[in-house]
């Protein structure tokens, strides 16, 4: 059974810093596209970083230049280094695997998405 498990959220104050995980179980990166999404109160769910198997990388405008997503396929880890948080990175966050052959894009990535995460919150205080 595949699962990926997030951990790493918290409440954090705003220009603080959380290191968000995923671990793959039953399931192995190597050859997909992972990414994270989050979705905040009354609003949708959004990707907001990619990386391919290939190691291209991709993130949505509003957290280019303070988060970093990076993967160790040795580990069948995802990571999410976020820095200089601010109040509206407030949400839950969820690790994705893209369904395999789909494109990695941000553009359309709900609908690319084979396994979610649980979600792991985080909260962004002012």
């Known amino acids: 059974q595949v699962q990926l498990v997030e951990s790493g959220g918290g409440s954090v104050q705003a220009g603080g810093s959380l290191n968000l995980s995923c671990a793959a179980v039953?399931?192995?990166?190597?050859?997909?596209?992972m990414g994270w999404f989050r979705q905040a109160p009354n609003k949708s769910r959004e990707a907001i970083a990619l990386?391919?198997?290939?190691?291209?990388?991709s993130y949505v405008d509003s957290i280019e230049g303070r988060f970093t997503i990076s993967r160790d396929n040795a580990k069948n880890m995802v990571y999410l280094q976020m820095n200089s948080l601010k109040p509206e990175d407030t949400a839950m966050y969820y690790c994705?695997?893209?369904?395999?052959?789909?494109?990695?894009?941000?553009?359309?990535?709900?609908?690319?998405?084979?396994?979610w995460g649980q979600g792991t919150q985080v909260t962004v205080s002012s």
């Open positions: 994705a695997a893209y369904r395999p052959w789909a494109q990695c894009t941000l553009v359309g990535a709900v609908s690319a998405v084979e396994h």
């Open positions: 039953g399931y192995n990166i190597r050859m997909e596209c």
């Open positions: 990386n391919s198997f290939s190691g291209i990388i």
